[in-house]
């Protein structure tokens, strides 16, 4: 008899689904989670909208001051607030996005996703991904309602795109470190609790509110650093079609900020699995 050779057996890979692919089923899945409980980000929008009327209505005689002249184009004082109150929106939105990853741990998912042959990075990117599409549909009615209240946009449409742009740098920075401190503290009241101690002060001691040169100069002093204060100041610049001296490198900062928080993310859901 003749000997059969044999081919020699190959070894069959499973096959992976490309990174966009499983980022792209993470950001689905909070997408649906976003739609399925729309009350969470619907709400969001109450606190700004008490902000621009009622801080507005109380505070319109500051208009009249000295250091608004010239802001008649823009809506008075209206138009001077309505873009801190759109990077506050974000920021506040921000500084909760860790909360669904405490969601997942509880529940049992986040094993789930570290079982599975998914990027780490596809993790955090489809979750922040979602974050900012919900954070620039709030950008938009802020604006809008913004312009209801008197405020006007001089910039233009391309003032608005950079004032959502900024807004977006900004909602990255807190949505990545929020993802952060959840994937380390893992518990809801320490990241809310954490959440609250950060962003309040980095609201009042920035010029969202009020010009630099009506604050006290401690906190003119602590604002010039504050990247709230710089996205503020950006996002002013691009409605009033008026861009700040140092709007380069307030952008340089954020946009190093943004890439710094993404890192850190990345590195506690790693970090987050080596521990379980």
């Known amino acids: 008899m003749s000997a059969i050779a044999l081919a020699p057996a190959t070894a069959i890979r499973p096959t ?4 966009f692919t499983q980022s792209g089923q993470v950001l689905r899945r909070w997408l649906i989670s976003s739609l399925r409980q ?9 606190q700004p909208v008490i902000w621009i009327v009622l801080f507005g209505q109380v505070f319109s005689s ?5 250091v608004f002249e010239g ?5 008075g004082y209206i138009g001077y607030l309505v ?8 920021l506040y939105s921000g500084a909760w996005a860790g909360t669904g990853f405490i969601d997942d741990i509880t529940s049992g998912v986040m094993d789930q ?25 709030q950008s938009l009615v802020v604006l809008g309602i913004g312009w209801l209240a008197g405020a006007r946009y001089p910039g233009g449409f391309g003032g608005m795109l950079m004032a959502l742009g900024v807004a977006t740098l900004l909602a990255t920075i807190f949505c990545c470190a929020s993802s952060a401190v959840a994937l380390i503290a893992r518990n809801q ?13 980095a609201t009042f001691l920035s010029t969202t509110m009020m010009p630099a040169a ?3 100069e401690w906190v003119q002093s602590v604002s010039r650093w504050n990247p709230m204060t710089w996205a503020v100041e950006l996002g002013r610049g691009g409605l009033n079609g008026a861009y700040p001296e140092a709007g380069w490198w307030q952008a340089g900062g954020l946009a190093l900020l943004a890439a710094l928080a993404f890192t850190w993310a990345v590195r506690s859901i790693r970090a987050y699995q080596r521990s379980i």
């Open 16 to 19: 992976t689904a490309g990174w």
């Open 38 to 46: 729309a009350w969470g980000p619907v709400m969001s929008l109450i």
């Open 62 to 66: 500051l208009g009249a001051l000295p």
């Open 71 to 75: 802001s008649t184009a823009t809506g």
């Open 83 to 90: 873009p801190g109150i759109l990077m506050m929106t974000v």
């Open 113 to 137: 996703y570290l079982t599975s042959p998914i990027s780490r990075t596809a993790i955090i990117t489809g979750q922040l991904v979602q974050q900012l599409i919900v954070n620039l549909v």
């Open 189 to 201: 009241i320490a990241l809310i609790s954490l959440s609250q101690l950060i962003v309040l002060p």
């Open 214 to 216: 009506l604050l006290p």
